[in-house]
């Protein structure tokens, strides 16, 4: 009885706190609430004095329940089986993106295609029209990734020459279009495959034997200025001259003593080849 008069002091201590934080709701909605003697207040105090004792009691069951359900689910864990896909990832050794000098390629792996004077050299096929304009960026920058290397580099224009374009047609066997990259002797690819290379950091082992340009980095030619041709100074780009006729052809005329026939020092544009850099 001690344990429940307790109770009861407790909770009429906790139901005076709360009226007297809230008088108005109490007053208007049960005016005999705040009396100690109204049976409303007696009635209230019983039924939680009942419902704290539910609450003991339930609490009592729950303290197995806490200790049962902790050891349940342990043994579901251990129970569980391991994943092969998790154990494959624990044994699994750290991959590492430093490559084994022996699995560099070599120019023996590449096809071996040699264009006329490329057995010591690379040979780069390039146009410098700028009609179709993927094909002139990818010029640019296959020759920006060559020249960096700072290594001899015999570069073919075939806009400029067309027996340049007819020469790449016969090594490849098709009518292809630049840029197309030989080195010593070995067909190594277009664009797509040098800037690969390059990614990889595999064209730097292909590119080790060939000469270097002493050093120089984007060396301007004093004749061509790079372009590798001049203007023919037999005909001065026009590719016609002027001959004199044969004994059998001349008749005997003033007008007549000259013909005009085709240069046969340049070529189709009127351009010979730079003896300095070519």
Known sequence: MGEIQSTKYAYCQFLHHFISSHPKIFHLTFPHFLSSRSPLLSFLSFKAMKTMQQGRRFLKKLKFNPTNTKIKGLVFHLNVPESPYVKDRKHKEPETDILDPEEHPSLSDFEEKCPPGGENSVIFYTTSLRGIRKTFEDCTNVRFLLNSFKITIQERDVS?????REELWEILGGRVIPPKVFVKGRYIGGADEIIGLHER???????EEVPSNGGV?????NSCANLRFLICTSCNGSRKVYEEKDDDDHHHKEDNEFCIKKCNDCNENGLVKCPFCC
Do not use: A
């Not at 950091?201 to 590119?207: Q, S």
């Open 201 to 207: 950091g595999e064209l730097k082992k292909l590119l």
């Open 217 to 221: 980095v984007n060396n301007v030619c």
């Open 160 to 164: 400029m020459d067309m027996g340049y």
